[in-house]
Every structure is written in structure tokens, then in C-alpha cells.
């Protein structure tokens, strides 16, 4: 069983920055797949962010340009730095590990609001 332990979450006006940190109980080292998703009352979680076990990231079109993830392999550490953060960035956010299986975080929520 994986633990996945998030922080960083908070309420932020429009324009302020967060960072998201996930912890992982187990090595992240050569996991398949990491990443982070988000998910608002009545809608799907959606994948925000991901990185491979190569290193190869990619991002959902509207946080490009303003999200970056990394990954800290010593640590277990996968985080999530968001900039220039907008309204409709206003989610839970869950870390994410698949290996096999899916494992999630219990969620931290992101307020963006003026």
C-alpha cells in the first residue's frame, strides 16, 4: 500500500502563486507515472500535470505556462508549483501514482479568489 500525503494547499488571490508537495511513502523512483489532478463540485477530476519514469512532464493546455512539476527522487517528493493562478484554478488538487495501480492522496483544496 502507497501513502500519498499532500500540503502546500491554501486560498490565494488572482495572480498569487502556490506550491503543492506530495510525499510519497514508498520510492518514486521508477514509478510509471506521477502527477496531480483536480477535481470542482459536480465535474470529473481532470489531470493537471504528470511526469514519467524517464522525466518526460506534460500539462493540460490551460495551466501551461504557469504550472511546473518536479520531482524530488531522493525526498519522494513530487511537487507542483503554480504561478499566476486564476479562478477557475479553484479545485481540490490530488497527487496521483500509477504503478500498476492507482494510488491517491486525500486531496488539498486551492482557493483562487479576489
Known amino acids: 500500500q502507497v501513502q500519498l500525503v499532500e500540503s502546500g494547499g491554501g486560498a490565494v488571490q488572482p495572480g498569487g502563486s502556490l506550491r503543492l508537495s506530495c510525499e510519497s511513502s514508498?520510492?518514486?523512483?521508477?514509478?510509471?507515472?506521477m502527477g496531480w489532478f483536480r477535481q470542482t463540485p459536480g465535474k470529473e477530476r481532470e489531470l493537471v500535470a504528470s511526469i514519467t519514469a524517464s522525466g518526460s512532464t506534460t500539462y493540460r493546455d490551460s495551466v501551461k505556462g504557469r504550472f511546473t512539476l518536479s520531482r524530488d527522487i531522493a525526498k519522494d517528493t513530487l511537487s507542483l508549483q503554480m504561478n499566476n493562478l486564476k479562478p477557475e484554478d479553484t479545485a481540490v488538487y490530488y497527487c496521483?501514482?500509477?504503478?500498476?495501480?492507482?494510488?491517491w492522496g486525500k486531496g488539498t483544496q486551492v482557493t483562487v479568489s479576489s
Open positions: 496521483w501514482l500509477h504503478d500498476n495501480f492507482n494510488y
Open positions: 514508498r520510492t518514486i523512483f521508477g514509478v510509471y507515472r
